[in-house]
């Protein structure tokens, strides 16, 4: 069973917006340091946006102002509001859970969701 699932990833135009979702019936996600992360072909995976317990939230400097982390604890969904899309945020997202206090870095998490794919044309 896979802890993390995402959902939301698709292929939009630049300047476009998606939402993804991370939902899990194994972690109370306002317990966790929850993050978001992605992958793009050929480059190390790199993180985008966190959220902790207290819900303080964290962004890579190229998504400030564009993604909003969120989450609804009553659905124990994690979120990604992604706005104003670029061709080079197209990655495989990923959702990421830590217990103890930690980053943006990808390797300081320790589960992992299998990803969901966002495509952004130019």
């Known amino acids: 069973q896979v802890p993390l699932v995402e959902s939301g990833g698709g292929s939009v135009q630049a300047g476009g917006s998606l939402r993804l979702s991370c939902a899990t019936s194994?972690?109370?996600?306002?317990?966790?340091?929850m993050a978001w992360l992605r992958q793009a072909p050929g480059k190390e995976r790199e993180g985008v946006a966190r959220m902790n317990s207290y819900g303080v939230t964290d962004y890579a400097d190229s998504v400030k102002g564009r993604f909003t982390i969120s989450r609804d604890n009553d659905k124990n969904t994690l979120y990604l509001q992604m706005n104003s899309l670029k061709p080079e945020d197209s990655a495989m997202y990923y959702c990421?859970?830590?217990?103890?206090?930690?980053?943006?870095?990808?390797?300081?998490?320790?589960?992992w969701g299998q990803g969901t794919q966002v495509t952004v044309s130019s």
């Open positions: 194994r972690y109370t996600i306002s317990t966790y340091v």
């Open positions: 990421a859970a830590s217990y103890i206090p930690v980053g943006l870095t990808p390797s300081e998490y320790k589960y």
